[in-house]
């Protein structure tokens, strides 16, 4: 049997807390025998999983609010379970206590704390978000940056594509992911000045057997599943995510409405009701919760902060996987493969082929 | 009676030319009485419409395809059913022959010809597209740039808001538009460079009361309704757009799949069918075809490529609309406002409180 693959959880994070957290990780230990937890968060909150098998509570007396702003995660709330949860996943002159943090806790807080204790990978700039939507293959596709980065130049935008191609491959298991650059046409001389650099960067990572580049994407081109990962920069992955939530949002409303709004409409919701179910279980979006923050020395998960616990579960899912398959390695060999072939062509890394972190996991 | 609102119809455009444009401008003729329509392409395939009233052919002796280079658009087919269409919104010496264009021919080459016969107006630096989205609210929110402009400064925000106000207020009856600026959050402090100052830019727009700023948005609001304007650069704004038709799209074929499933989804279909018909009517992007280009010396209006004889007729009801309105004289007062304001804090803008185009419905 595999070593247990462990994750710590900041349980008190999210809208819900422990009301969500703890029956997630609970069904979560159900489905992976071979997952062990560390539950961080305020030990009268967490009785309920004192006596759990392969878990450990790991006490924080405090809590980083949703709408606290990232300098009280940083500086003043020094015990909170999303910093300690973080902290289980640095590795020290020992291996860290665990092989991936996930956290509900608000997006800002948890990057800049993420990014505070575990620092950044040699050979990347910055951390940034990665998430999958659903496509019409009834794959998903991952996206990324989605809100860390908003100026990005084309180095950057390079640099999602590699870690990216990591996430996809240690989680999906495809070990060539394709990968597109989000752009307003699929031609090369389209796009903004930042985005025609990173088509011609991309293109020689692609040439370099770096990463499996196809060109240039569009926004419906995420839906399609024309490419399995989606490069963009943070304000573009932003807009484009929240347009697509609104959209879902939107679509959700009027069948409701239509479907209540007369006697027979409602007759007809009864009949059409298995239907309806089908189809709104193949988008719901709790099946693809969990963003992995990339380009960190350790793994960090965000789940949605309003999850329900079938969601904070797919993020906990999320996080195993990665861990299991061994994503902190896979973006740590490609980024070195990128800097060894001097294609990362941001001179402050040119001498930095990287030593590997020391993860739990390589042990 | 009003005097009428004359149209020219590039009758040529799109994927369909007059087996989709003729058909439109009848069922459009019948409802406005007080319209007039100027029917440019090659006479040979006009000749249905050779004995309508209220119509006169204009022939022209090329067509652009919707794959034709821009430059070839521009410098090659000076005959063009579009080029011909576009002159005749030109003022010169005498007013111009009709109050708006309308085509469905490829949106690069409609920009850059009408940009290169008609200008732009005074105080504006590049024009935009502007279109419309359903949201919640059963209205439409209205969005620009939708892609003409990739690279976008602060100023030219400014000048978006105040184009897109403008063709609200004429288009949709409301004479003080809320503008919302998209961005990744709301809390003034979030976003690029570019949409920081952008937003300093807009509030001051806003206390001089040019515009009814409300603040940034996010991509969800676009389909809350949250305001009746969004603006946005034209590489955020295109992605936003493309990535709303495929999430659509998506979520259209699932449906289809699920309620052809099965025998019993089936019979569903058949009872959902009024309700699912309804649902389909009320977000029917036919609803809300025709695109402004905005900022130029005369009134131009994109069709989809791909509209039907309902969807182009859209257009032209949207450009009737306009034209009936007042949109270059409401665009025009309102730019000039903002440069006597010196709100606009382009230098080059610093003297140009412009002379008045002269449009054909100002006579």
Chains 1, 2 share one sequence.
């Not at 495809?174 to 985005?195: D, F, M, Q, Y």
Request: proline fraction near 4%; aromatic fraction near 4%; hydrophobic fraction near 45%.
């Amino acid at each position: 049997m595999q070593r247990p693959v462990r994750l710590s959880v900041d349980c008190m994070g999210g809208d819900h807390g422990p009301s969500i957290t703890l029956p997630a990780c609970r069904t979560f230990l159900d489905k992976h025998p071979d997952a062990e937890l560390l539950l961080v968060g305020k030990p009268d909150a967490l009785t309920a999983a004192a006596s759990w098998s392969r878990c450990r509570i790991v006490a924080a007396s405090e809590v980083v609010e949703m709408d606290d702003p990232i300098d009280i995660a940083l500086r003043k709330k020094r015990d909170s379970s999303m910093r300690v949860a973080i902290q289980q996943v640095k590795a020290g002159d020992t291996p860290p206590a665990a092989d991936a943090c996930v956290s509900a806790g608000n997006t800002g807080a948890l990057m800049a704390v993420a990014r505070y204790l575990l620092k950044t990978l040699d050979g990347i700039d910055r951390p940034a978000i990665a998430s999958v939507m659903p496509n019409t293959r009834d794959g998903f596709t991952t996206m990324l940056d989605l809100g860390a980065n908003v100026d990005c130049t084309a180095e950057h935008l390079l640099q999602f594509a590699v870690m990216g191609s990591a996430l996809v491959s240690a989680v999906d298991g495809k070990e060539t992911p394709t990968v597109g650059l989000l752009n307003i046409g699929e031609e090369a001389i389209k796009g903004s000045e930042v985005i025609k650099r990173a088509g011609e960067l991309l293109r020689a990572a692609g040439e370099s057997g770096l990463i499996n580049f196809r060109g240039n994407v569009e926004g419906n081109d995420i839906f399609k599943g024309t490419t399995d990962l989606v490069v963009c920069d943070g304000f573009v992955g932003n807009v484009a995510l929240k347009t697509a939530e609104g959209l879902a949002t939107m679509l959700s409303t009027f069948i409701k409405q239509e479907f209540t709004r007369t006697p027979y409409a409602k007759l007809a919701a009864l009949v059409a009701l298995p239907v309806l179910k089908h189809f709104k279980d193949r988008v719901d979006h709790r099946r693809y919760n969990g963003a992995a923050l990339l380009g960190l020395r350790g793994l960090v998960f965000k789940s949605h902060g309003s999850a329900d616990a079938l969601a904070f579960e797919t993020a906990l899912t999320r996080a195993y996987d990665a861990a299991r398959n061994g994503l902190l390695e896979r973006v740590h060999e490609r980024i070195n493969f990128a800097l060894q072939a001097s294609l990362n062509t941001n001179p402050a890394n040119a001498n930095r082929a990287a030593e590997a972190p020391a993860p739990r996991q390589a042990a």
